[in-house]
């Protein structure tokens, strides 16, 4: 019995003429991901095949759980397409199983079998009521459901389904620049941008001594589960104690993490534009906080013209943190390191900025000439699936 793995696309059945730069996108990814595995893999429009070895198959479906562009995958029997072999290989496998009801159901994408789908359904359900005793139909909730795709030249049985996550391929557009705290909400904003097949640089705004490596460390093992969904991440991480210090100095203490957040946007957008980020992602969602307030964001976003997507946007804590579960960054997301917002959080942060305070206050003190200082310092950590390697880059 031949088996291979059948997989099925996600959302890339929307795409017509480039549909092919998606499959092939979605064929350098699964090979990066089981690169250090025997496999083959057969791609075509409409699915891919991966030839495997069963000893294999444990780690091979934990990789595949994490690709994007993979809506469901099964393990499926290869059969040539004609009645006697899908007879014989349908014995074959139910014969291997303990079960006491079942079902057969069947897709049949060649329309030149001489029996339509249902007939076929039918002809197999007969043929291993014949051969298997003390065992019956139940089409509503059959213990085993075999699934057979009839197919030119080979045909597939299979008995199981394993879901993926769906969306595109990562890579499939271009980079986006993560703002990546050691919160909740920006790592579960980095895997919905994963999602949408963007390749993503990670940010990290530290403010030492006033915060530990140990909140770095903390941003780093984000992006390392981060990356079990992707290539690679590099991880940017600015100075910002500087900036962080005058503001506190000098500015109304009200409107300090206003300012905080539009020196931030400034930073984002020359590092976006020095690493050929099209876009910055962050994780801000409407109304959690002071800074977040419609009000917030306008007088924030007002520094900049670059695009900000914000994935959490208008999802609320409870639904984010259900993500964070799944992707499992949740646990070290609640970690208790000092983040640089909260180090200087004001009392009473302004939750209505207006726009002409926020520009007088940050004109205290030489903001254009610490942010090119941070934007030069930053200095860029490698994280890797396999191992995170680190390395201080001049940019
Ligand atoms: P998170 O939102 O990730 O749970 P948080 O709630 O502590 O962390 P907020 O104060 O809500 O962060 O900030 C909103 C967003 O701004 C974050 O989701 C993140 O994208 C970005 N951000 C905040 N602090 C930092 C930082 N130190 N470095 C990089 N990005 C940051
Ligand atoms: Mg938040």
């Known amino acids: 019995m031949k088996k291979i793995i059948l997989i099925k696309y996600g959302e890339l059945f ?25 496999i083959k893999i057969h791609k075509n429009k409409s699915f891919m095949q991966i030839e495997f070895n069963d000893k294999d198959f444990k780690i091979i479906n934990e990789k595949l759980s994490k690709v994007f562009g993979i809506h469901a995958y099964q393990v499926a029997n290869v059969v040539d397409t004609n009645i006697e072999s899908l007879d014989q290989e349908i014995i074959a496998i139910a014969k291997e199983k303990d079960f006491k009801t079942f ?29 298997i005793k003390n065992i019956k139909v139940d089409v509503k909730n059959p213990e085993v459901l075999f699934k057979v795709e009839i197919k030119k030249d080979k045909s597939y049985i299979y008995t199981n389904t394993y879901y993926g996550l769906g969306g595109y391929p990562v ?20 895997f919905l941008s994963l999602k949408r097949g963007i390749v993503i640089d990670a940010v990290y705004f530290e403010a030492i001594p006033h915060t530990s490596i ?79 307030t419609l009000t917030s964001i306008n007088v924030i976003n007002e520094v900049t013209n670059f695009p900000i997507i914000r994935p959490v946007a208008c999802l609320d804590k409870l639904e984010i943190m ?51 200082l941070a934007i030069n310092d930053t200095f860029t950590i490698k994280i890797t699936a396999e191992e995170t390697k680190k390395f201080e880059e001049l940019l």
Do not use: W
């Open 14 to 38: 929307t795409k017509k003429g480039n549909r092919n730069f998606f499959v092939t996108k979605l064929e350098q990814n699964i090979m990066n991901k089981l690169k250090n595995i025997d």
């Open 103 to 131: 079902k057969v159901e069947t897709k049949r994408s060649l329309k030149s079998f001489p029996l339509n789908s249902m007939e076929i359904s039918k002809h197999l359900g007969g043929v291993i009521l014949k051969n």
């Open 171 to 190: 890579g499939s557009q271009p980079k986006g620049m993560l703002m990546l705290s050691g919160g909740i909400d920006s790592p579960v904003a980095g």
């Open 214 to 292: 140990e909140a770095r460390k903390k941003v780093e093992s984000l992006a390392k589960k981060l990356v079990e969904y992707t290539n690679e991440i590099r991880l940017h991480v600015v100075p910002f104690t500087a900036i962080q210090e005058e503001i506190y100095k000098n500015c109304h203490p009200a409107y300090t993490i206003t300012i905080m957040r539009r020196m931030m946007y400034r930073i984002m957008e020359g590092l976006a534009k020095k690493n050929n980020a099209l876009v910055i992602i962050n994780g801000e969602s409407i109304g959690q906080v002071a800074s977040q």
């Open 322 to 372: 259900n993500i964070a579960k799944k992707i499992d960054t949740y646990e070290t997301s609640i970690l208790p390191y000092e983040d640089c917002c909260t180090v200087f959080v004001p009392k009473h942060p302004v939750i209505n900025p207006k726009l002409e305070i926020a520009k007088e206050e940050e004109q205290k003190f030489d903001y254009q000439k610490l942010i090119g």
